[in-house]
């Protein structure tokens, strides 16, 4: 059973700070796929749009309006993905959501799982 436990959402003030953790459990990788693990947010009024995301390979990706500011990593031996997030701005407010699935060498997605999401309010 594959389960996805979030923490370390909050309240923070403009250029704060906050740290994600996402604890995975039941989590098989495979050589033959890519292994995808991920941070989306989905913020009042708009849809949900991919923030980070990291491979079993190592590889990272982020969403422009993170860059510089957002780090995802992951530490193997808690079994556990991070975001780190700096210089929060008030557009960072939004639900968070941890993600892992695995990815085909088409690029389809599959065996995906989600968090219960954590709220990010980044406001004065």
């Known amino acids: 059973q594959v389960q996805l436990v979030e923490s370390g959402g909050g309240l923070v003030q403009p250029g704060g700070s906050l740290r994600l953790s996402c604890a995975a459990s039941g989590i098989i990788f495979s050589i033959n796929a890519i292994n995808v693990m991920g941070w989306y947010r989905q913020a009042p009024g708009k849809e949900r749009e991919l923030v980070a995301e990291l491979t079993g390979s190592g590889s990272t990706m982020y969403t422009d309006s993170v860059k510089g500011r957002f780090t995802i990593s992951r530490d193997n031996a808690k079994n556990t993905v991070y975001l780190q997030m700096n210089s929060l701005k008030s557009d960072d407010t939004a639900v968070y959501y941890c993600?892992?699935?695995?990815?085909?060498?088409?690029?389809?997605?599959?065996?995906?799982?989600w968090g219960q999401g954590t709220l990010v309010t980044v406001s004065s």
């Open positions: 993600n892992a699935h695995k990815r085909s060498q088409l690029g389809r997605r599959y065996l995906e799982v």
